[in-house]
């Protein structure tokens, strides 16, 4: 079974938290860990922007972790290449995936050069 973690994104101090016991309030955004794991081990989060390599080599991009209530999963998306491909794909056989940044501290990453 798969651990349930989450962070919060504190709008108001501009920070991540990650609490044991999880608060309501203004500002205050949650996002659960995937399950999964980056190249380098660190967990992969609602939100989180990751750059993904193909093994294969023939496919490269970024993207941000999104839920998707209509398939209850977490998937990829970037509107500038049209990905939009579910998070278990990018496994370690078929992607190498990198957590560069997350949309509160770091939305430029998704922008069209």
Same mark, same amino acid.
């Given at each position: ?26 500002? @205050? *955004?949650?996002?659960?860990? &995937? +399950?999964?794991? /980056? ?7 609602? $939100? =989180?922007? @990751? *750059?993904?390599?193909?093994? &294969? +080599?023939?496919? /490269? ?7 998707? $209530? =209509? ?10 290449? /049209? ?31």
């Amino acid at each position: 079974m798969r651990e349930l973690k989450f962070r919060v994104w504190d709008g108001n101090n501009q920070r991540f938290e990650y609490p044991e016991l999880i608060e309501r309030g203004r500002g @205050i *955004e949650y996002e659960q860990f &995937t +399950g999964h794991m /980056d190249i380098a081990d660190m967990e992969l989060y609602e $939100n =989180d922007i @990751i *750059e993904w390599s193909a093994v &294969t +080599g023939f496919e /490269d991009g970024i993207g941000c972790v999104v839920w998707n $209530n =209509d398939h209850a999963g977490f998937f990829i998306e970037n509107d500038n290449t /049209d990905v939009y491909d579910e998070l278990y794909n990018f496994t370690p056989t078929h992607y190498l995936v990198r957590v560069i940044g997350n949309i509160h501290q770091n939305p430029e990453l998704l922008e069209v050069p």
